[in-house]
């Protein structure tokens, strides 16, 4: 629709977030945050009503349609508040802030975020999504927004004063919530020392931890709502190689098990590949539709380590499967970067009057089933509905679907969780005799092409939020160039590399020493970057360097950590904050060090400083991350909660080797590179020489590095002794094992 034809449009309408674009043509006078709203709330003394949410968040589209539509509910929201949207995506800072308090406020968080705000923007009373009306649980009232609103806005008008006094104490247990840290030490010798005391007890609690959260029939670790949490993973799989664990073989089983049941259920989508965000129950069978670039960066290079480690050609799949999906339906043809998420909702068919459903895209009906497959062999159809659990009354249980959106639908994952290696065995006793194990699978190809073709054609795709964000594209980059390695196959790094070029070429701002966070449709936003978009892409590039061979992407990488360095870390008590200080509307500079959907950009950063200290033979680099490491608050008395961070203080106890390759051919170094780094070796640096690395650092090991032979040299570097130059490459995996 044209702008004039619509019956309202608000400031909304000229952003460039997709998010705040969907409420352009509310009836809720928004604005985006900044000093137009500040002013005005400060002008007129009202209270600022804060949303934020995201393009994709399936409760954001709820409460707009209840409430941010309703022209009643929007006139009181007018009369009585200052309106602010917030897309968490492109303004994390914002996000950050006040989902502490809403946290310390209610004991949990999420999307959508309602906050209330003083004009000085500090919060008064906040929660997530709050419904339009009035209503009764239970024995309980539970107040809706118009309510909500009505009250806080009384308050503020009678008792204006004794607000303020509030919500300045409020501001101040935010600010003790936001210093807290580990153990404040300078660093030195004394330090790595603490550091390796305390490295094996913490291996053998989280080992105990998360054992005893393991899900041994249905994988994962704790209860539903179930999610991926790749850096669990990344964890349990380094824990195991370092031999710190007596009997690690059950660990390892576990994440590998976890992955299988995540790939073959319901969290995968089985006819157009890409992972979902993440379970509503327990067995992986029913997802909250959503899919997003963060998650299939960070499961990409989970598989990568599964595969490694079992050379499971499962697990090879998986991945294979994984990066087709993101870049036919995640990669901007023209930038070469990769979008930001694909919306839970859609609507049922292509007819625009229906209402959108959560799942509409991904779910069948049974006779809808019948009718795609009547053109093909008869069997065909029966063989799918048992290895993919389809019903005629639907498997989604009520349970799942309070909403009844799915209800009598299908959503497809495979029977008993099994492997295409276990899966014949499963069902032969179901199929005719003639029909054999090449048969079945070659069936089940062709009704999953016909079914995703029957898809595309015939549904209306969910709303992709085409957002380009710097951070997650940094986490593609890296799983990308990581999958290149391990598959050996180069048009995954070429996808990296075209990536890392676009970031450089028009994310990273030269003129002003900056990343900038966010780009859509070929326009860089004035949003500067902030921790993880430093941290996600330096570690890319790292990987990519590794991939490539190439000594640009470490001069990169090197440019970006500097800066990082300068602009986010606390000289005081170590660590990184999220943002530079700079914005004067943010009232807290916080820091993060949990590794949730995300890992924390302090965590990434501790494991990119070791990387670029050995790479680049430069130990201060070494020391910001042992300072990193001692400042999480987390480390000693909860490290379940930061697993990523667990794995820069492997990475810092390890000593681990250098391999060094010097060869002016490229081919060569592809050939070597694919042979040593085919096994699960987490801790390495995997370094070809350039004359740069030598001059960085003259007085390194680099000065005595050179090629002996005719093809290549490789030496093999520790604790800055190297062994002798050699291009026998069995010689060489001796020495690695």
């Known amino acids: 629709m044209k702008e004039e034809e619509y019956k309202y449009t608000n400031r909304l309408a000229k952003e460039k977030s997709p998010y705040l674009l969907q409420h352009a043509h509310n009836p809720v006078d928004w604005y985006p945050w900044g000093d137009e709203a500040f002013e005005k709330a400060k002008k007129e003394n009202k209270l600022i009503f804060l949303s934020v949410g995201y393009a994709t968040c399936h409760w954001c589209h709820v409460m707009e349609h209840e409430s941010f539509e309703n022209e009643k509910i929007a006139e009181v929201m007018n009369s009585l508040y200052v309106n602010v949207k917030v897309d968490r995506e492109e303004r994390p800072d914002v996000d950050r802030v006040y989902m502490t308090y809403v946290q310390n406020l209610t004991g949990g968080?999420?999307?959508?975020?309602?906050?209330?705000?003083?004009?000085?923007?500090?919060?008064?009373?906040?929660?997530?999504?709050?419904?339009?009306?009035?209503?009764?649980?239970?024995?309980?009232s539970r107040p809706g927004f118009t309510s909500i609103m009505q009250a806080i806005h009384n308050q503020w008008k009678n008792r204006e004063e004794e607000v303020r006094i509030q919500s300045d104490n409020i501001l101040l247990q935010l600010e003790k919530v936001a210093a807290s840290t580990g153990n404040n030490r300078m660093m030195d010798q004394d330090e790595e020392n603490y550091l390796q005391s305390k490295a094996k007890k913490l291996y053998t609690d989280l080992y105990e931890h998360?054992?005893?959260?393991?899900?041994?029939?249905?994988?994962?670790?704790?209860?539903?709502?179930?999610?991926?949490?790749?850096?669990?993973?990344?964890?349990?799989?380094?824990?195991?190689?370092?031999?710190?664990?007596?009997?690690?073989?059950?660990?390892?089983?576990?994440?590998?098990?976890?992955?299988?049941?995540?790939?073959?259920?319901?969290?995968?989508?089985?006819?157009?590949?890409?992972?979902?965000?993440?379970?509503?129950?327990?067995?992986?069978?029913?997802?909250?539709?959503?899919?997003?670039?963060?998650?299939?960066?960070q499961l990409i290079r989970s598989f990568c380590d599964a595969y490694s480690i079992t050379k499971d050609p499962f697990f090879k799949k998986i991945i294979d499967q994984t990066i087709t999906y993101c870049s036919r339906d995640m990669l901007d043809g023209t930038s070469k970067a990769f979008y930001s998420a694909e919306d839970a909702d859609s609507l049922p068919g292509l007819d625009a009057k229906e209402k959108k459903k959560e799942g509409a895209f991904y779910v069948f009906g049974w006779e809808e089933l019948k009718t795609i497959f009547e053109d093909l062999e008869p069997e065909t159809f029966s063989l799918f509905a048992k290895v993919y659990c389809c019903t005629p009354e639907g498997n989604i249980i009520p349970e799942l679907d309070p909403h009844k959106e799915m209800e009598h639908k299908n959503h497809f994952r495979r029977i008993r969780g099994v492997t295409d290696d276990q899966l014949f065995h499963e069902i032969k006793?179901?199929?005719?005799?003639?029909?054999?194990?090449?048969?079945?699978?070659?069936?089940?190809a062709i009704a999953r092409t016909k079914l995703f073709n029957y898809r595309n054609e015939n549904r209306a795709r969910p709303y992709l939020d085409d957002k380009i964000l710097t951070s997650w594209n940094g986490l593609m980059i890296g799983a990308l160039a990581h999958a290149?390695?391990?598959?050996?196959?180069?048009?995954?790094?070429?996808?990296?590399?075209?990536?890392?070029?676009?970031?450089?070429?028009?994310?990273?701002?030269?003129?002003?020493?900056?990343?900038?966070?966010?780009?859509?449709?070929?326009?860089?936003?004035s949003i500067k970057g902030f921790l993880n978009d430093y941290a996600f892409v330096v570690d890319g590039l790292l990987n990519l360097f590794e991939a490539t061979g190439e000594i640009e992407w470490v001069k990169f990488a090197k440019t970006l950590t500097d800066i990082q360095l300068e602009l986010f870390f606390d000289e005081e008590h170590g660590g990184f904050f999220e943002t530079t200080g700079a914005d004067e509307s943010i009232l807290i500079r916080a820091k993060e060090h949990y590794d949730g959907a995300e890992p924390a950009g302090?965590?990434?950063?501790?494991?990119?400083?070791?990387?670029?200290?050995d790479i680049l033979k430069d130990s201060h680099y070494r020391e910001y991350a042992a300072q990193t490491l001692v400042a999480s608050p987390y480390l000693e008395k909860a490290p379940q909660a930061v697993p990523q961070l667990c794995c820069?203080?492997?990475?810092?106890?390890?000593?681990?080797?250098?391999?060094?390759?010097?060869?002016?051919?490229?081919?060569?170094?592809?050939?070597?590179?694919d042979v040593l780094l085919e096994n699960y070796l987490p801790n390495r640096v995997f370094v070809r020489y350039h004359r740069y690395l030598r001059d960085t650092t003259p007085k390194s090991i680099y000065l005595g590095i050179e090629q002996k032979h005719d093809d290549f040299s490789i030496y093999i570097c520790k604790d800055n002794t190297c062994s002798l130059p050699t291009n026998d490459l069995n010689k060489v995996l001796q020495l690695l094992n």
């Open 109 to 140: 968080g999420g999307w959508p975020m309602s906050v209330f705000l003083t004009p000085d923007l500090k919060p008064i009373f906040g929660g997530t999504y709050f419904p339009p009306k009035d209503s009764v649980q239970g024995f309980r």
């Open 210 to 297: 998360y054992l005893s959260e393991y899900d041994q029939q249905y994988g994962g670790y704790g209860d539903a709502p179930k999610f991926p949490r790749p850096s669990i993973m990344n964890f349990l799989f380094r824990a195991a190689k370092k031999d710190l664990l007596k009997e690690s073989k059950p660990i390892v089983d576990s994440a590998l098990y976890t992955l299988q049941r995540i790939a073959t259920g319901g969290l995968y989508d089985q006819v157009g590949y890409g992972f979902h965000r993440y379970s509503v129950d327990g067995q992986w069978r029913v997802p909250h539709f959503e899919k997003m670039l963060y998650d299939q960066a």
């Open 429 to 444: 006793d179901h199929i005719p005799d003639d029909l054999d194990q090449d048969d079945v699978y070659d069936m089940l």
């Open 484 to 525: 290149g390695i391990v598959c050996k196959d180069s048009s995954y790094i070429n996808l990296a590399k075209d990536c890392a070029q676009f970031v450089k070429d028009k994310m990273y701002n030269s003129s002003i020493r900056q990343l900038m966070h966010s780009a859509r449709h070929n326009e860089v936003s």
């Open 602 to 613: 302090n965590s990434v950063s501790a494991l990119n400083l070791l990387r670029l200290s």
């Open 648 to 673: 820069a203080l492997d990475y810092l106890i390890s000593s681990p080797p250098q391999i060094i390759i010097v060869t002016e051919n490229d081919d060569t170094f592809f050939k070597v590179r």
